[in-house]
């Protein structure tokens, strides 16, 4: 019965799959013949790096409660793809105060929150004094917070700006507070992608160039992709080998997180004649990204915004490690037309885990690992506010009938 099973995998993909378990490098031509898997050459690419994530991680499954807090929606860089940016004159155009970015900080830590993740659009009035404002102003206030900000678009903006050399830039936040930084604004590490979904975005020697500085000057990154739009299997191979050449290099990524394009309220989803990634796109870019970046990048996360809870939890067998964030507050895939929610509270993601058979972790944004949770009967009380904006995931949390808010215990899967 095993020999049927395994029988039906292509000789082929066997091959580059036994390769990648052996500690083999995957090539270039590897990762185009792995986005090509389909049926049970899929499936067996799945097999694979869940083993290889076994190998990497263990059982262990991790998670960061953050925040994220979008200082601004007001974006003149016109990407395709976005539907978070607004003009200044718009009617729902926000620019908050410090006191507000205070304020929403202040609110994570009562929550439990270790981390906030900043980033705003590019707004032509602002400069680089006023990303640093931010940061002093949030480690005056909370000097034990971890500050996870600013893409390399905004500090390609803020260096334009500046009139200061990128590492003495790069230096000056980090002396500010600033923790690490996202890997954002990576999409897809071609040009000719690029010029094609934002022609004014910055290019990808450029993107290089800033993470790579971020990184010798002590800042670590997050790197990304972002598929499922016009890019073909060569791009996402190129990507991939520019992360993994780039990590070589320097060391500086803590994470790849791969990101569906959402594509329902955008001028590129418009445009295209198939609605953005499917299950088997998702999963199967996961499970290459594992095989492909290991042993320099070894933690591989899914986006629960973009896939959703359930399917963040088939993910965990695929390849994934991490859960992501709890984020409590989302507005740029919301904007775009996710419609999994902007809050996954941590108890939440705790059954999820469990769910899957695996242990939850809450981890630092660099990884170090705060707490485990090997007993569910142990697990805190939640933090989650009696009141407030409704909580979105596998199950809404609603109102209970005698009044009180329904929580989710912390239990193994029912």
């Excluded at 039906?8 to 083999?24: N, W």
């Excluded at 992709?225 to 016009?230: A, D, F, L, R």
């Excluded at 986006?303 to 740029?332: C, R, Y």
Aim: proline share 6%; with cysteine.
């Amino acid at each position: 019965m095993l020999e049927r099973l395994l029988g039906d995998v292509s000789p082929d993909v066997a091959k580059i799959l036994d390769g990648a378990l052996s500690g083999r490098e995957l090539t270039r031509d590897d990762a185009l013949r792995l986005l090509a898997t389909q049926g049970p050459d899929l499936h067996a690419l799945c097999r694979t790096a869940d083993v290889a994530r076994s190998d990497d991680n263990g059982d262990d499954v991790s998670f960061v409660v953050n925040r994220n807090i979008n200082f601004t929606n007001v974006c003149y860089v016109g990407c395709t793809f976005c539907g978070f940016s607004r003009h200044r004159d718009d009617p729902d155009a926000y620019d908050r105060t410090m006191e507000e970015i205070i304020a929403k900080a202040t609110d994570a830590i009562s929550r439990g929150a270790t981390e906030v993740c900043i980033q705003g659009g590019i707004d032509p009035r602002k400069d680089h004094t006023h990303y640093h404002e931010i940061l002093t102003s949030l480690k005056a206030v909370h000097p034990d917070l971890h500050i996870h900000a600013f893409s390399p678009e905004e500090i390609d903006f803020a260096h334009k700006k500046s009139g200061m050399e990128l590492r003495e830039l790069l230096t000056w936040y980090k002396d500010a507070g600033l923790g690490t930084i996202p890997g954002t604004a990576a999409e897809i590490l071609s040009d000719d992608v690029r010029e094609a979904i934002s022609h004014q975005k910055l290019r990808t020697d450029r993107w290089v160039e800033i993470v790579t500085a971020a990184h010798e000057v002590g800042l670590r990154s997050s790197a990304t992709i972002m598929y499922g739009h016009i890019e073909r299997p060569e791009h996402v191979a190129t990507h991939l080998e520019l992360l993994r050449d780039l990590q070589k290099r320097t060391g500086g990524f803590t994470e790849f997180v791969p990101l569906g394009f959402i594509y329902e309220r955008n001028h590129l989803g418009k445009s295209l004649e198939a609605p953005g990634p499917s299950a088997a796109d998702d999963l199967r870019i996961i499970a290459l990204a594992r095989l492909f970046l290991r042993p320099l990048i070894t933690n591989v996360q899914m986006s629960w915004v973009k896939m959703g809870p359930k399917l963040s939890q088939v993910a965990l067998t695929a390849g994934a490690n991490d859960f992501g964030g709890t984020l409590m507050e989302e507005s740029i895939s919301r904007e775009s037309g996710a419609d999994h929610g902007e809050n996954l509270p941590p108890e939440e993601i705790r059954r999820l885990i469990r769910g899957m058979g695996r242990t939850p972790i809450e981890r630092n944004t660099t990884y170090g690992v705060l707490r485990r949770f090997d007993d569910p009967a142990l697990d805190p009380p939640s933090l989650e506010p009696e009141s407030g904006p409704e909580i979105s995931g596998p199950r809404r949390f609603r109102e209970a009938e005698a009044g009180t808010r329904l929580r989710i215990a912390s239990s193994p899967s029912r």
